[in-house]
C-alpha cells in the first residue's frame, strides 16, 4: 500500500457513476456479510460467501491477488488494524470487533468501503471506540469539498479521534484515491495540518479511511507479511467510504445504510448507533 502513482486522475460524471456502482456492490457485500455474523461464524466462511457474491454480480474481487494478497476480504479481529487474513481457524466470538474491508472491480472501476461491527455484548469502552472511529470519518467527509485542502479532511479525523478522545491515529496507513486503479494518488493521511496539501477539485475521488486505536498508534506487521497490529494489543476500529469531491458537499459513493440495516436485522450484532436512536426516541 505504500506505492502511488504520483499523477493525479480527476473523474468525469460517467466514471464517477461508474465507482458508485463498484461501491453499491461493495456495501451489499458487508450487508451480506452483517446478516451472517455470529458467534462461531470464521472469517473463511464470510469470505467464500463475499467471493460468490461479488462473482454472481460479474464483477471481480478487488483485493485477491493484489500484490498477492490471498483474500476477497480483509477480517481484521479486536487488535488487528487492517489486512487480516481470512482462515477457518478465524472464529468470532461474542464480545469480538471485527473490521472488514473489501474492495471490487467492475466495468473497469473499483470501489472501496469498510466496516466495524460488534459481536454480541462488546464493552461500552470498545463501543466508544466504534463510534468515534465512524464519527470521524464523517468529520473528513465534511471536508472533502472543492476549495478545501487535502490536510483539511486529515486534521478533521486527526483532531476529532486524537485532541478530543487521545485514541491512536495510525500512522503507517492512509487512504488513497480511487479509479481504474484501486490505489491511485492522492494518498489521505488521517493525521496532518489544516490548509497543507493540494487543493481539491471536482472530479477527486477518494477513499478516506480513519484506522483508529484505542490505545497506542503503532503498529506492528505480522510475519505473515499482511497481518497489521496495534502494538499494545487494544481493540482497533476502521470505517472507510469512496467518495467524491464537489462544490459544497462531498458526494459519498459507497453506502453505509445498507450495511447498517442488514446490522439491526441481526440480533447477534450490536448497532454502533443504538445509544442516539434511543435517545432520539426518548
Ligand atoms: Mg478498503
Ligand atoms: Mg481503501
Redesign the pocket.
Known amino acids: 500500500l505504500t506505492y502511488f502513482l504520483s499523477m493525479i486522475f480527476y473523474k468525469t460524471d460517467e466514471e464517477i457513476e461508474l465507482i458508485r456502482e463498484s461501491c453499491l456492490l461493495v456495501c451489499k457485500t458487508h450487508a451480506e456479510i452483517a446478516s451472517m455474523l455470529a458467534p462461531g461464524v470464521t472469517g473463511a466462511a464470510i469470505d467464500k460467501r463475499a467471493e460468490e457474491l461479488i462473482k454472481d454480480h460479474k464483477a471481480v474481487p478487488g483485493f485477491k491477488g493484489y500484490r498477492g494478497f490471498p483474500a476477497t476480504l480483509c477480517v481484521s479481529l479486536n487488535d488487528v488494524v487492517v489486512h487480516g487474513i481470512p482462515t477457518e481457524k478465524q472464529v468470532f466470538r461474542e464480545g469480538d470487533i471485527v473490521s472488514i474491508d473489501c474492495g471490487v472491480y467492475m466495468n473497469g472501476y473499483f470501489g472501496?468501503a469498510a466496516y466495524t461491527f460488534a459481536i454480541g455484548d462488546v464493552k461500552e469502552d470498545v463501543m466508544q471506540l466504534l463510534r468515534v472511529t465512524h464519527e470521524s470519518l464523517y468529520k473528513g467527509i465534511a471536508q472533502a469539498v472543492a476549495g478545501n485542502r487535502l490536510g483539511d479532511i486529515s486534521f478533521a479525523i486527526q483532531y476529532f479521534a486524537e485532541k478530543k478522545y487521545s485514541y491512536g491515529v495510525v500512522r503507517e496507513l492512509v487512504?488513497?484515491g480511487v479509479g481504474r486503479e484501486l490505489h491511485e494518488s492522492p494518498e489521505v493521511p488521517n493525521y496532518g495540518q489544516r490548509g497543507r496539501g493540494i487543493k481539491l477539485k471536482e472530479g477527486l475521488v477518494i477513499?478516506i479511511?480513519p484506522m483508529i486505536n484505542m490505545g497506542t498508534k503503532d503498529v506492528h506487521t505480522d510475519r505473515d507479511g499482511w497481518t497489521v497490529h496495534a502494538k499494545d494489543g487494544k481493540p482497533s476500529a476502521h470505517y472507510?467510504h469512496t467518495v467524491a469531491v464537489r462544490k459544497g458537499k462531498a458526494d459519498i459513493l459507497s453506502d453505509h445504510s445498507i450495511i447498517e440495516a442488514a446490522i439491526r436485522r441481526n440480533a447477534n450484532l450490536k448497532a454502533i448507533q443504538e445509544k442516539k436512536t434511543e435517545q432520539a426516541i426518548a
Do not use: K, L, R, V
Request: net charge negative; charged share 50%.
Open positions: 472501496d487512504g488513497h477513499a479511511e472507510e
